[in-house]
């Protein structure tokens, strides 16, 4: 499954941080260091292992400890539902 912004969010960058406004219950979030990265990949469509692989071409990083961690944002960003599971 691919992951894309959800419809209807407000995202920028400022200052080396991704803004978000989720209009549907009025809450900003941000993101930070590779937050930040992971949301500037996500605006095309692209899977949790698309996602590893980018990042672990950009970055020292072990492939697991990346993925767990891109999967742990993933899910809070699913929570606030300010990104959205497509085909």
Do not use: H
């Not at 995202?11 to 219950?25: D, F, I, K, R, W």
């Not at 980018?54 to 699913?78: K, T």
């Not at 929570?79 to 497509?86: G, N, P, S, T, V």
């Amino acid at each position: 499954m691919k992951i894309v912004p959800a419809s209807g969010q407000v995202a920028c960058e400022v200052g080396g941080e991704t803004l978000m406004l989720n209009p549907s219950n009025n809450s900003y979030y941000s993101l930070g260091g590779v937050g930040v990265r992971i949301w500037q990949l996500i605006s095309t469509p692209r899977t949790i292992v698309e996602i590893r692989e980018a990042l672990v071409a950009e970055c020292d990083v072990d492939p697991a400890e990346c993925e767990a961690q891109i999967r742990e944002l993933i899910g809070r960003l699913a929570a606030e539902q300010l990104i959205l599971y497509c085909e």
